[in-house]
């Protein structure tokens, strides 16, 4: 069985951190990303064993980089590490195709533990949001549903990050008049009609930080 992985984080020394655990336990990082966009890539040339990634990076977050990674390498599996204990960001990884959800207060055994739960085709919750979560996807009433999609949410945390409709369309590589119109639908969907509101709302989803 590979034990390839590829580790995605923006922060250097929290990256070089869990590669010199990854190794410790006979892992093998074939890579490190430092946003969602470079974890993809990475992917795509490794086709690794286990993708890791940090929830919160810059220009594309983990759970939207998982959505691509599931398609362009279905055997990968995806653990996600989160200072998020919601119940709902929890819901939404696993909706993402996530198999590992580590939050990043436990101690390092349970990142290792993770890893072999998801090698072995289980889904591995943090103690904690374990039983809500369960409880949630049983009672459908609870999950509450999409209002973006997932090319939707990309662009609001773009836009939340400052990023100009010329710079989305370059890094998204769309045309100026698809991200404009990406925008738009944005606002309209969740009835917010200028920028800060835009990026209020993309703190409290948790995309970006205050």
Do not use: W
């Not at 250097?12 to 993809?40: P, T």
């Not at 710079?167 to 800060?196: F, G, P, Y």
């Amino acid at each position: 069985m590979s034990r390839d992985v590829v580790v995605a984080d923006d922060h250097q020394m929290f990256r070089q951190g869990i590669k010199s655990l990854l190794e410790a336990e006979d892992f093998n990082v074939v890579g490190e990303a430092v946003d969602g966009h470079d974890a993809i890539r990475l992917v795509r040339q490794f086709n690794p064993a286990v993708a890791l990634l940090d929830f919160r990076m810059p220009q594309l977050n983990g759970i939207d980089a998982a959505h691509e990674i599931q398609r362009l390498s279905p055997q990968t599996k995806v653990v996600l590490l989160t200072m998020h204990d919601e119940e709902s960001f929890a819901l939404e990884a696993l909706k993402s195709g996530i198999r590992g959800y580590v939050l990043k207060n436990q101690a390092a055994s349970e990142l290792i533990y993770a890893i072999h739960e998801v090698l072995k085709g289980a889904v591995y919750l943090s103690p904690g949001i374990s039983e809500g979560v369960v409880n949630a996807l049983l009672s459908k009433k609870d999950q509450p549903e999409d209002v973006l999609t997932c090319r939707e949410k990309q662009v609001l945390q773009l836009i939340a990050e400052g990023k100009t409709t010329k710079d989305i369309a370059e890094l998204l590589h769309l045309s100026v008049k698809t991200a404009e119109s990406h925008r738009s639908h944005i606002m309209q969907r969740l009835d917010i009609h200028n920028v800060a509101s835009l990026v209020r709302y993309a703190i409290r989803q948790g995309l970006i930080e205050a």
